[in-house]
C-alpha cells in the first residue's frame, strides 16, 4: 500500500478563494482523520470519520471549514472563504482500528495570502 | 484545554547523550501513549507507544518511561545520534470509545554531531 496520500503538496491561494483538500486513507482503514499544524498550536484535530461518518467535528474553527468523505477511499476538507490566519500544513491520517495506530500522510502546506 | 502538555519545547544534545522528553495528562480515562516522530516535510509518524498496565517500554534505544500516579511519562533516546533529529510528540488517547489522538505542543531535537 502507498500510504494516505494528500494531494496537493502545496497550494498557495489568495484571501477569500475556495480551497480543496483530498485524502485518500489506506485502504481497509476504518478511521480517518485531518489535523492541522502550525508553530504556535502545534498538532489539532479538526474532524475525525468512522465508516465514512463524521463521529467529532468539535475541532473545526468555523463554519468556512467543512469536510467530507462520501466513499472509504476518499476524503476532502474544504476552506470556503480562505482567510491568511488559515495557514498551516494540513495531515490527514488513517487508522484500522479505534486505539490503534495513526498513519499519516506527507501533509498539504496551505498558504493563503 | 491542551489535553497533553509536552516539554520542552526544544532540545539540544550532543552526539551519545540522552534526551529526556516528558510530557503530562489529566484525563485519567487515557490508557495509551504513543510517541510520534516527525522529519522535516514528512508528516508525523508512529515511534513506540505504552498502555498504563506497565512502568517502562523499550524499543532499540528508545525508552518510555510511564507514571501513572503522578499521570506523567517520558521519552528517553540512548545514545542520540545526529539522524534522531526531529520533532517528537507525545499523544494520548483512549482505547474504547472515541479515538481521537491528543497531541502534545511537539518538542524539536537536535542532536549536534
Known amino acids: 500500500d502507498a500510504g494516505v496520500i494528500q494531494s496537493p503538496r502545496h497550494e498557495v491561494t489568495e484571501m477569500g478563494q475556495e480551497v480543496t483538500l483530498r485524502c485518500k486513507p489506506i485502504?481497509?482503514?476504518?478511521?480517518l482523520f485531518w489535523y492541522r499544524q502550525t508553530m504556535m498550536r502545534g498538532l489539532e484535530l479538526l474532524i475525525y470519520?468512522?465508516?465514512?461518518?463524521?463521529?467529532?467535528d468539535s475541532g473545526m474553527p468555523e463554519d468556512r471549514f467543512s469536510a467530507k468523505m462520501p466513499n472509504a477511499s476518499f476524503s476532502t476538507l474544504k476552506i470556503q472563504p480562505s482567510e491568511p490566519r488559515d495557514s498551516a500544513v494540513y495531515f490527514c491520517?488513517?487508522?484500522?482500528?479505534?486505539?490503534?495506530?495513526?498513519?499519516f500522510g506527507q501533509g498539504t502546506r496551505l498558504t493563503v495570502v | 484545554q491542551q489535553q497533553v502538555k509536552q516539554s520542552p519545547q526544544s532540545l539540544i544534545v550532543q552526539k551519545g547523550g540522552i534526551p529526556i522528553i516528558n510530557c503530562a495528562y489529566e484525563?485519567?480515562?487515557?490508557?495509551?501513549f504513543p510517541w510520534y516522530q516527525q522529519f522535516p516535510g514528512k508528516g508525523p509518524a508512529l515511534l513506540i507507544a505504552?498502555?498504563?498496565?506497565?512502568s517502562e517500554k523499550k524499543e532499540g534505544r528508545f525508552t518510555i518511561s510511564f507514571n501513572k500516579s503522578a499521570k506523567q511519562f517520558s521519552l528517553h533516546i540512548m545514545d542520540s545520534q545526529p539522524g534522531d533529529s526531529a520533532t517528537y510528540f507525545c499523544a494520548a488517547s483512549k482505547m474504547s470509545g472515541a479515538n481521537n489522538l491528543f497531541f502534545g505542543t511537539g518538542t524539536r531535537l537536535t542532536v549536534i554531531p
Open positions: 491520517a488513517s487508522s484500522p482500528d479505534r486505539g490503534r495506530e495513526a498513519f
Open positions: 485502504s481497509g482503514h476504518d478511521y
Open positions: 470519520f468512522n465508516n465514512n461518518v463524521p463521529i467529532d
Open positions: 505504552i498502555r498504563p498496565d506497565v
Open positions: 484525563n485519567t480515562a487515557f490508557d495509551y
